[in-house]
């Protein structure tokens, strides 16, 4: 990128581990893209110093035996928080490992999730809900199962200026749910809109002074 | 002179000091309100974003109360599903995810809103999206 203006030709191309269509997420950790296949597969690639990918991709180690479907994922520095949804557990991922799994409790399938300060929230799709972990270190506990609820199955959520958005879908309608954040990590509802089912992805774009 | 003066002194040494405390007060009495009051209205100013995912897929600019603002055009095909990351917002820069024409809108905010500045071409079909350092 110069500026706000992307190159066209990218400088780099790498073929995922599985390649089997069911790729869900890409983040960035320091210097590695980290990759979800639904396939059961959580892969990274290295980043040269100029943010070229290179080489091949690198299977994460350690991945539960139980994996099951990783899904969504979210980054912060080293850290990269992924959801391994059908298997109703989130692991932290550091360095190329699986370092901490944590089950999602009476919420099943945590399949998107999102940083909040020191809370990661994951919007577990058949439940319809939102969970509340805090993370720090190793660690990641539920502090709250349902953190709020919501209309219907979740497809993404994000965070930023203390917000909390998250897409939904019930089949026949799509809904756009905004949620403050306050400093213990409780969500208020501040809005919500409904649009044609099939809406995808979701982002909170910061503020102009 | 001296010896009787110096209770008197001393007073005076102990209202400078107090006021210059309560000058200190007043201070963060405004200072941390102000910028609490600017990060709110930093808040009230951002804007959320989704896709149609459609066949001409559209990006739908919310505020921050979920009121509907824009509908700008991708000038590409949705059609993706069962995916995350599929819209990234970095600064003031957006991406989008079109599925179905294998390529990545750029949106960047002004005036409010966000306008689309770019179509990069992905190299099959883009599901997810990601900004890193200086790349997409």
């Known amino acids: ?209 | 002179m001296r010896r009787q003066n110096a209770p008197h002194w001393s007073a005076l040494r102990q209202l400078k000091e107090r006021t210059i405390l309560l000058n200190r007060f007043r201070f963060f009495g405004i200072l941390v309100p102000l910028i609490s009051a600017l990060a709110a209205a930093h808040a009230q100013n951002a804007l959320v974003v989704t896709a149609t995912n459609a066949a001409q897929n559209q990006l739908l600019i919310y505020d921050s109360t979920g009121q509907l603002i824009h509908t700008v055009s991708a000038q590409g095909q949705g059609g993706v599903g069962g995916n995350a990351g599929g819209i990234e917002a970095k600064g003031s820069l957006v991406a989008v995810v079109n599925f179905g024409s294998q390529n990545v809108s750029i949106f960047e905010r002004a005036n409010g809103s966000l306008r689309m500045t770019q179509s990069v071409p992905a190299a099959s079909n883009p599901v997810s999206v990601a900004f890193g350092g200086s790349h997409l």
């Open chain 1, 1 to 209: 990128m110069y500026g706000s203006i992307v190159n066209s030709n990218p400088d780099g191309i790498v073929t995922l581990l599985k390649a089997d269509g069911s790729a869900a997420q890409v983040g960035v950790v320091q210097n590695q893209l980290i990759i979800t296949e639904k396939s059961n597969v959580i892969e990274t690639v290295d980043l040269l110093p100029d943010g070229a990918v290179s080489g091949f991709p690198t299977l994460v180690q350690n991945i539960p035996a139980n994996v099951n479907a990783p899904f969504g994922l979210a980054t912060r520095g080293n850290n990269a928080y992924v959801t391994i949804a059908h298997a109703d557990e989130i692991s932290l991922v550091r360095n190329g490992k699986v370092l901490t799994v944590t089950g999602s409790g009476t919420q099943h399938a945590p399949c998107w999730v999102t940083l909040a300060g020191p809370f990661l929230f994951s919007a577990n799709s058949p439940s319809k809900s939102i969970s509340r972990y805090s993370v720090y270190g190793q660690q990641i506990v539920q502090d709250a199962a349902v953190a709020a609820s919501l209309n219907g199955n979740p497809t993404d959520i994000a965070s930023g200026e203390g917000l909390v958005a998250v897409i939904d879908g019930n089949g026949t309608a799509s809904h756009l749910s905004i949620f403050g954040v306050d400093d213990d990590g409780n969500l208020t509802l501040r809005g919500a809109s409904t649009m044609s089912a099939g809406a995808n992805g979701v982002a909170v774009v910061q503020g102009q002074d």
